[in-house]
C-alpha cells in the first residue's frame, strides 16, 4: 500500500508530467485536468471551468447539424441488423446519386455528412483489398464501383465535410474473435479509409460486439484504433466510443435538459496519461463506454473526481423509424414540426444533432424525406433570420475590460463578454431599440474559455414589474429555450451561478413563425361542432382546409366560426409576409355518439397506454406513428370493450380502427365482433368481420364496421381477435403479436 508521503510525491509526479505532456499544444487550453488529492470542491469547480475543448472538438460543435447516411447491404434486404451472410449480388442501387444526397443534405443546413462505410453485416462500401465482401463483388457498375469514394467527392464539391462509420462488430468476417488477427484486419481497413478518401473529420463507432466464428468475444484494441485516427487524420474527432465525442445516451433525439461537456473520471489510468510521450494523452486512458446518466457533470458528480475530460455529446436518431430505408415506412418520416423540436432538444441542449436519411434501393434520398427536412428548414429560416436584440443598448453589472456586453450582439466570431475574475453571478439588461414580440432565446458560452454557466433566466419588463419568461440550467455551446409569445421593450438576462466567471458570445431573441391556434382541438361531436381558428400574430391572415390537404394562399380564409357537420380534419396556416408560415396545425373531428366511459375485459400494455381508456372514445383519429398517443396497445391479448353511452340511442353503424405495422410486430384483427346491450348483461350480436393475414410492408390505419337498421341499445361492445405469435415468415415468429386500436366510434 502507498504512504500518505508516496502518494503526495505519486501526483507530484503525475502533475509535472502533465505540463510536460501538455507543453506541446501552446497556448490552447487543456481538453483535460487531473485532480489532486484533497483539491476543495471550490478549487475542482474552478479546474473544470477551465478545462475547453481541443481545437478538433471546438470544429466539430460548430458543425451543429450533421447528417448520417445508413446505406448498405441492409437496403436491399429490407432489414435493421445484417447477418454477414447476404450475397454481394443483391447489392444493386438502380440510379446512385451521392450528389443528390449532399444537395438535400446541404440545403437542410447540415455541414457533415457521416456514411456507413461497413456495417455488422461486414459489407463494404468500397472495394476494401482485406475482404471481397464488398463492392466489388456486386453487379452494381460491374464490380468497380466505389461508394465511399463517390460520397467522398460529392461533398468535396459542394463544401461538406465527410465522416465515416466502421462497425467494430463484423459477422461475415472470419477472423473476428481471433482478437489479435481481427483487431488487424480492422485497423487495415481503417487505414484505407483513412488514406484513400481526402480529408476526414470524424470516424464513427459504437460498441455492437458478440462472439466470432471461434466461439471467443472478440476484444477491441480501441488505442491502436484511436492510434491510426490519429496519425492519418489527426483532425477528425472520433465518436462513439472514442475520446472525442460521446453518445448522449437515446436515439430518440433528445438531450438532457442539463448537459456538461465536461464529465469526471472519463480516463481510467491517470499514471498512463501522466508517463505518456504522445501527443494526445487522454486517448491512451480512454475507456469507451455508454453515459446515460441525466447527470453527469454537476458539482456533485465532480466533486469526487480524479480527473476532467471535455468530453461533449452528439445526439443521434432517424428521419424514420428505422436506421436502414424501408419502403413499408415512406409514410412515417417525421413531421417538420417534430424536427424542429428534436432540433430544439439537442442542438439547442449543448449537443449536435445527428440525424439519419436513409437512402432507398435506387440510392437516393426519397421524397418523403425531403419533404419533412425542407418544412423543418423553413420553420427554422423563418424563425432565426433576425435577431430582435440587434440594436439594443446593454447595460451589465460587471465586466471584464476588452470584454464588454455589447459583443452578444456583434456576431464577432472572437469576441465575447465576461466578468472580472472571480464574479460567479451577473445581469446583462437589454434596452431594445423598440416594442417587439418573441418566444425564443438563444445563449451561447465562449467554450474554447470553458462551460461555466450553471443557472440564468430570462425577464421582460411588463410596465412596472420584471415578468420571468423562461429558465435554464446549462447553456454551453448553444442553448434555445421556447416561451409564450411577450411584447416589450426591456429584457434581462440573469445568470444566477457560475462556475467562474461568465461568458457569453451571442445572445438572441427571435419569434418563431405564426402558428394558428384551433379550438377545439379536435376530438368528437354528435350533431354540430363550430370550431374556430386565431393566431398569434395579429397581422397575419388565416387560410384553412377541411379535406386533409395543406392550406396555401389559394385555400379558403377564415373570417368566421367553421360549422362542422360531419367528420373531418382541419387544417390551418398563418401568412408571414409574402408567404405562408412554416408552421401548420390541424385538428381532427369525429362525428358520432359520445361514450360516457369504456371497460376493457384485459388491461393494455403499460408501454403504450395512449392517453387512458378515453383513448378509444374521444373522437381523435392516430396516425400511422405507433408512439403519437393516440393508440392503446395490447401484446398478445385479444381486445374486448365495452362502451356507456348513458342512455338508449338508435345505432346505425360501428366503427373501430386499428394500425397494421408488421416490422414493429403490429398486426390487424384476425376477427372483430360487435355487440349491443339496454342492460350491459345480455348481449346480442349485430356483426362481424374476419381479416385474412397476409405478409405485407404496408403501414396502414384500417376501419372495420358493423352496419346496423333501426336498433337502439345504451351499451355497445366490441370484441377484436388478435393473431396472437408472428408466423414463421415474420422475422419475430413466435412472438407475441401486437393490437393497436385507436377509436370506437358509434353513429
Not at 564 to 589: C, H, I, P
Request: glycine content about 8%; proline content about 5%.
Amino acid at each position: 500500500m502507498m504512504t500518505s508521503s508516496c502518494r503526495t510525491t505519486f501526483w507530484l509526479t503525475v502533475v509535472a508530467l502533465m505540463l510536460s505532456v501538455s507543453s506541446g499544444l501552446g497556448r490552447q487550453k487543456n481538453n483535460f485536468a487531473i485532480i489532486k488529492p484533497g483539491e476543495s470542491l471550490q478549487d475542482i469547480v474552478h479546474r473544470a471551468a477551465s478545462v475547453a475543448p481541443s481545437p478538433r472538438q471546438l470544429n466539430w460543435q460548430q458543425q451543429e447539424f450533421i447528417a448520417f447516411a445508413h446505406f448498405g447491404m441492409n437496403t436491399f434486404m429490407d432489414q435493421e441488423w445484417g447477418k454477414g451472410t447476404e450475397s454481394p449480388s443483391v447489392f444493386n442501387p438502380t440510379d446512385f446519386d451521392a450528389r443528390q444526397w449532399v444537395r438535400v443534405i446541404k440545403n437542410a443546413g447540415m455541414r457533415l455528412l457521416i456514411i456507413t462505410a461497413k456495417h455488422h453485416d461486414g459489407f463494404c462500401l468500397w472495394p476494401s483489398k482485406y475482404t471481397e465482401h464488398s463492392v466489388k463483388s456486386s453487379p452494381w457498375k460491374e464490380g468497380k464501383g466505389d461508394v465511399v469514394g463517390v460520397v467522398a467527392q460529392a461533398c468535396r464539391e459542394a463544401g461538406l465535410k465527410f465522416g465515416v462509420y466502421l462497425s467494430p462488430w463484423d459477422r461475415h468476417e472470419p477472423t473476428f474473435g481471433d482478437s489479435p488477427a481481427y483487431n488487424e484486419h480492422f485497423r487495415n481497413q481503417l487505414r484505407e479509409l483513412l488514406t484513400n478518401y481526402g480529408e476526414i473529420s470524424e470516424v464513427w463507432f459504437d460498441g455492437a460486439n458478440d462472439e466470432g466464428p471461434n466461439g471467443k468475444k472478440q476484444v477491441y484494441d480501441w488505442p491502436s484504433y484511436y492510434k491510426v485516427i490519429r496519425d492519418l487524420a489527426p483532425q477528425a474527432v472520433i465518436a462513439i466510443m472514442g475520446p472525442d465525442v460521446r453518445w448522449v445516451g437515446t436515439e430518440s433525439g433528445y438531450g438532457r435538459e442539463t448537459e456538461w461537456s465536461v464529465l469526471p473520471n472519463i480516463t481510467q489510468n491517470l499514471a498512463a496519461i501522466a508517463a505518456s510521450s504522445q501527443q494526445f494523452p487522454v486517448d491512451g486512458a480512454f475507456a469507451p463506454g455508454d453515459l446515460m446518466d441525466d447527470d453527469l457533470g454537476s458539482r456533485e458528480k465532480i466533486k469526487n473526481a480524479s480527473a476532467l475530460v471535455w468530453y461533449p455529446a452528439e445526439t443521434d436518431v432517424s428521419i424514420r423509424p428505422g436506421w436502414f430505408y424501408h419502403s413499408s415506412q415512406d409514410n412515417l418520416a417525421k413531421s417538420p414540426a417534430k424536427l424542429v423540436d428534436i432540433y430544439y432538444s439537442s442542438v439547442g441542449r449543448n449537443s449536435v444533432l445527428l440525424l439519419n436519411l436513409p437512402p432507398d434501393k435506387r440510392g437516393q434520398i426519397t421524397d418523403h424525406d425531403i419533404k419533412s427536412l425542407v418544412g423543418m428548414r423553413k420553420i427554422l429560416d423563418q424563425t432565426f433570420t433576425t435577431n430582435l436584440a440587434s440594436g439594443a443598448t446593454i447595460i451589465a453589472s460587471n465586466e471584464k475590460p476588452g470584454h464588454n456586453a455589447s459583443a452578444v450582439i456583434e456576431q464577432h466570431p472572437t469576441s465575447y463578454w465576461t466578468t472580472d475574475d472571480d464574479i460567479e453571478s451577473a445581469t446583462l439588461e437589454f434596452q431594445l431599440p423598440r416594442q417587439r414580440t418573441f418566444d425564443r432565446l438563444m445563449l451561447q458560452e465562449n467554450i474554447s474559455a470553458g462551460q461555466r454557466i450553471e443557472a440564468f433566466r430570462l425577464e421582460a419588463w411588463a410596465g412596472n414589474t420584471w415578468k420571468t419568461l423562461a429558465r435554464g440550467t446549462t447553456v454551453g455551446y448553444k442553448r434555445l429555450l421556447r416561451f409564450p409569445a411577450v411584447t416589450s421593450q426591456k429584457v434581462r438576462l440573469l445568470i444566477d451561478s457560475s462556475r467562474t466567471s461568465p461568458t457569453l458570445s451571442n445572445v438572441g431573441l427571435y419569434k418563431s413563425p405564426p402558428t394558428v391556434t384551433i379550438e377545439p382541438n379536435g376530438g368528437s361531436f354528435e350533431s354540430s361542432l363550430r370550431v374556430r381558428l386565431s393566431s398569434d400574430s395579429k397581422k397575419s391572415a388565416i387560410f384553412y382546409t377541411l379535406d386533409g390537404s395543406e392550406p396555401t394562399f389559394k385555400s379558403k380564409r377564415y373570417t368566421r366560426p367553421i360549422n362542422v357537420t360531419g367528420s373531418t380534419q382541419v387544417k390551418g396556416v398563418a401568412s408571414l409576409g409574402g408567404e405562408v408560415a412554416a408552421e401548420l396545425s390541424e385538428a381532427r373531428f369525429t362525428k358520432c355518439l359520445k361514450a360516457q366511459s369504456v371497460i376493457f375485459e384485459k388491461p393494455y400494455s403499460a408501454k403504450y397506454p395512449g392517453r387512458g381508456d378515453i383513448t378509444i372514445i374521444d373522437g381523435r383519429r392516430g396516425s400511422l406513428d405507433f408512439q403519437d398517443k393516440e393508440w392503446l396497445g395490447f401484446n398478445g391479448d385479444d381486445i374486448v370493450a365495452s362502451l356507456d353511452l348513458g342512455e338508449s340511442k338508435s345505432i346505425h353503424k360501428i366503427t373501430i380502427g386499428f394500425l397494421q405495422q408488421q416490422g414493429s410486430w403490429i398486426f390487424l384483427p384476425s376477427e372483430v365482433k360487435f355487440f349491443m346491450s339496454e342492460d350491459g348483461i345480455s348481449w346480442k350480436m349485430t356483426g362481424n368481420q374476419s381479416n385474412t393475414l397476409k405478409q405485407t410492408e404496408s403501414v396502414v390505419v384500417k376501419d372495420f364496421s358493423c352496419v346496423i337498421k333501426n336498433v337502439s341499445a345504451r351499451f355497445v361492445k366490441v370484441a377484436s381477435k388478435n393473431v396472437g405469435t408472428c408466423p414463421a415468415w415474420h422475422s419475430g415468429a413466435g412472438d407475441k403479436t401486437w393490437l393497436f386500436v385507436d377509436e370506437v366510434i358509434v353513429e
